[in-house]
């Protein structure tokens, strides 16, 4: 089976040079390497519990962050209708990042809506190097349907993808491919979850990034560390949930991760080491709902 093509949406930001920065000599390769990522899931815009002032916030705080890349792992809309794409891109098209790659959720699929996804936002799954960090990005949605899947055909592409030298893998979907504590009855994991992780595995992968269900968590499952983040702007919440997004810092050999509440600060979440696998996690969700 041919595979699809598959693209970055990728979005240059242009500024000016500062005159005395560009003379500055190429840094040390021995130098600290700081990478920061911006993480948001989940806008449901179009949705009765969509709070515009939230993602209005949301923007401000990345943008004054000024992260090296945004990553939006899906469910831009509520019902995939053209309108709802285009609310969603007034809000991506404000974020000053130079590399944003963004990916459908399910509700992004409901009624043809990749459709618009691919005219306005851009191709359904993504690649992007970085300073040594590679964050893949695929579509795991089916058409009117909440569950998700990667698929066979798609396995040899991520080992591909993942093949070249790097010192930091992300790989970023929307569906869970972990159960999340808190979200009742799952029956939205990734179809072929175990596979896929096998796959990830095989790749060196040492961050998976998704959205979905709502709310924020954090797993480590042999090599690999898996991160979800909450809704950035929905009130469709879970417990004592709140809003929030998620921040990752790369730098060295340490990870950390926090999520940022718009208008309310930072929690830690985890923090961990790509080569010892040591880590450090915050208090357990249902520590957190019992404050």
């Not at 515009?52 to 943008?63: H, K, Q, S």
């Not at 080569?275 to 404050?291: D, G, H, I, M």
Request: net charge negative.
């Amino acid at each position: 089976m041919a595979l699809p093509r598959v693209w970055l949406y990728h979005r240059k930001v242009m500024a000016k040079k500062d005159t005395a920065t560009a003379r500055q000599p190429a840094r040390d390769s021995r130098e600290s390497r700081r990478l920061t990522v911006a993480h948001i899931s989940d806008l449901h815009a179009g949705s009765p519990y969509f709070v515009p002032n939230l993602m209005d916030r949301a923007v401000v705080e990345v943008n004054e962050l000024a992260p090296d890349i945004v990553l939006v792992t899906g469910d831009l809309t509520e019902m995939g209708f053209k309108q709802e794409y285009l609310l969603a891109k007034s809000y991506l098209d404000r974020i000053e990042c130079p590399d944003l790659l963004v990916i459908p959720g399910n509700h992004d699929s409901r009624h043809v809506g990749y459709v618009h996804f691919e005219e306005l936002i851009g191709p359904r799954s993504c690649t992007l190097s970085k300073e040594g960090v590679t964050i893949v990005g695929i579509d795991s949605t089916e058409p009117d349907l909440d569950h998700g899947h990667i698929g066979r055909a798609r396995y040899r592409w991520l080992e591909e993808k993942f093949a070249h030298e790097a010192r930091f893998r992300i790989f970023m979907l929307h569906h869970h491919l972990l159960p999340i504590p808190g979200t009742g009855r799952e029956r939205n994991v990734v179809y072929d979850a175990g596979d896929a992780l096998e796959v990830l595995q095989h790749c060196k992968v040492n961050l998976v990034l998704s959205g979905h269900k709502h709310v924020p968590y954090a797993w480590r499952l042999e090599d690999l560390f898996v991160v979800n983040a909450g809704t950035a702007c929905s009130l469709r919440l879970r417990g004592n949930i709140k809003p929030c997004y998620n921040v990752i810092t790369i730098e060295d050999d340490r990870v950390e991760i926090v999520r940022k509440h718009p208008f309310h600060g930072t929690e830690a979440m985890i923090a961990f080491s790509p080569s010892t696998l040591a880590y450090e996690k915050s208090v357990s969700l249902r520590e957190q709902e019992e404050r």
